[in-house]
Structures are given as structure tokens and as C-alpha cells.
């Protein structure tokens, strides 16, 4: 499955940006979808996930709260709505779909990689 993610840009800090990812390829819902994000010098790290069914969405703790995932299956896409950004959410964002039913919080699990969109949170 090819991902294209969209949506980044430059936000104050207390501001809202909402990402996409468009998903072409394999049928959408074999696959459980996430967003990861890494900064220069760090490891990529998890963000949010959900299940194929769009019903089961899991958050890192760091962004409980302010970010929201979701998908529509009929236009095979993902969303990432975040809202209340800080400068430490600055990063590169990735989506990517593994072939997990709810999903899971492990890089490694994930086969499929979009290209990634930068998001800048100013202070």
C-alpha cells in the first residue's frame, strides 16, 4: 500500500493542525494505521493508532488528550487532529499501516511507510 501524509506546517504554540494521510494500493481496511513523528538526533516515536474498524484508536500518553485519530475507510484515509500544540510536538510526522486488527505502538510492526510531513510548533 502506497501512504501520502499532508496537512503539516507552521502553528503557534495553543494551535490546532490537522494531518492526512491518503492510502492507494492493498484494500484499506487489512490494515490497522498510525502516526509516528521523529526530530533530528531521536528515535521516531509513537503517536496514535487505530484499528481497521476505525472503533479502537490508542494514544501515547504525551498526547492524550489534545490529539484525536480517526479514518475514513470509504475514502481510505487517516486523520490526525491536534489540537493545543506545543513546541515539543515539533517533528516530522509519518503515517504508516501494519497488518494488525487494533493496531499497535511498535515501529517495527508497521510495513508501510508514507513520506512524512513536517510540523513546526513556534513558542
Known amino acids: 500500500v502506497q501512504l501520502q501524509a499532508s496537512g503539516g506546517g507552521l502553528v503557534q504554540a495553543g494551535g490546532s493542525l490537522r494531518l492526512s494521510c491518503a492510502a492507494s494500493g492493498r484494500p484499506f481496511t487489512n490494515y490497522a494505521m498510525a502516526w509516528f513523528r521523529q526530530t533530528p538526533g531521536k528515535e521516531r516515536e509513537f503517536v496514535a493508532t487505530i484499528s481497521r474498524d476505525g472503533r479502537s484508536p490508542y494514544y501515547a500518553d504525551i498526547v492524550k488528550g489534545r490529539f484525536t485519530i480517526s479514518r475514513d475507510n470509504d475514502k481510505k484515509m487517516v486523520f490526525l487532529q491536534m489540537n493545543g500544540l506545543k513546541p515539543d510536538d515539533t517533528a516530522v510526522y509519518y503515517c504508516?499501516?501494519?497488518?494488525?486488527?487494533?493496531?499497535?505502538?511498535?515501529?517495527?510492526?508497521?510495513?508501510?511507510w508514507g513520506q512524512g510531513t513536517q510540523v513546526t510548533v513556534s513558542s
Open positions: 504508516a499501516a501494519g497488518a494488525y486488527y487494533t493496531g499497535s505502538s511498535v515501529e517495527e510492526g508497521y510495513d508501510y
